[in-house]
């Protein structure tokens, strides 16, 4: 996953709101994994256009928030402790409660319209030898993922499909729709054959992707995501 898709720069009338807001993103999404450093801080601070004195009292705030653990001396900095909630059907039932059906169905349409608009730009604008091959190895990664990363490299292959259009704007838009349902996916029990489906899904998106047709793109990607809709709403019901 690109970090520049989360870690943009903020805008300077609400730096510290926005910084935490972008540092929070990265560590949910699993742009920063459970227990990875984030980058630098002079590089940081110089990624989001904010002072580094802003920077560091983001930072505080998530680590007095449990977010991070900053640690001094040589080999210090600030690393990530947020560990997404293992899969249970009653925490779904309790993080929908908390959305609203109303929230949850808008947060799954703005996914559904910004994921299948986005693998039909990629689709339609074709990919060269390294777009190809970062989209490969994240379908790759995602495919040989163990359990407990199978999320996190999950969202690292969808948002790659953004990314790859060069489009900072649409990239971010599908960061924002995939933060939106992240603690929805993250709480739904992982079986197997919804795994293995999934992955055929998967493979279904690339192939349409590789192949220049943006309509198979769109409509393999449809699927996928009614069918991660369609598996909400039975463990909901």
Excluded: W
Aim: with cysteine; aromatic share 4%; glycine share 8%.
């Amino acid at each position: 996953m690109n970090p520049l898709t989360v870690l943009r720069p903020v805008r300077s009338g609400n730096a510290f709101e926005e910084t935490v807001e972008r540092l929070l993103q990265a560590i949910k999404l699993g742009v920063v994994a459970p227990g990875a450093k984030l980058p630098p801080e002079r590089e940081l601070a110089v990624q989001l256009g904010i002072s580094r004195v802003t920077l560091r009292e983001a930072i505080r705030a998530l680590q007095d928030a449990g977010f991070l653990d900053v640690r001094r001396g040589r080999y210090g900095g600030a690393f990530v402790t947020y560990v997404p909630p293992r899969p249970d059907s009653g925490v779904l039932r309790q993080v929908v409660t908390d959305m609203g059906t109303d929230d949850l169905a808008d947060a799954l349409t703005f996914r559904m319209a910004v994921e299948c608009g986005a693998a039909q730009v990629l689709a339609a604008g074709g990919l060269d030898d390294d777009r190809r091959e970062i989209l490969e190895r994240r379908l790759r990664e995602l495919n040989e993922a163990a359990p407990d990363d199978y999320r996190r490299l999950d969202t690292a292959f969808h948002l790659a499909i953004a990314e790859l259009t060069g489009s900072p704007l649409l990239a971010a838009a599908c960061a924002d729709a995939r933060l939106r349902v992240g603690d929805l996916l993250n709480a739904i029990p992982m079986l197997q054959t919804n795994i293995e489906h999934a992955a055929a899904q998967h493979e279904a998106i690339v192939a349409a992707i590789l192949a220049g047709d943006a309509e198979a793109a769109r409509r393999a990607v449809s699927e996928h995501l009614e069918g991660t809709a369609a598996l909400l709403r039975g463990f909901l019901s």
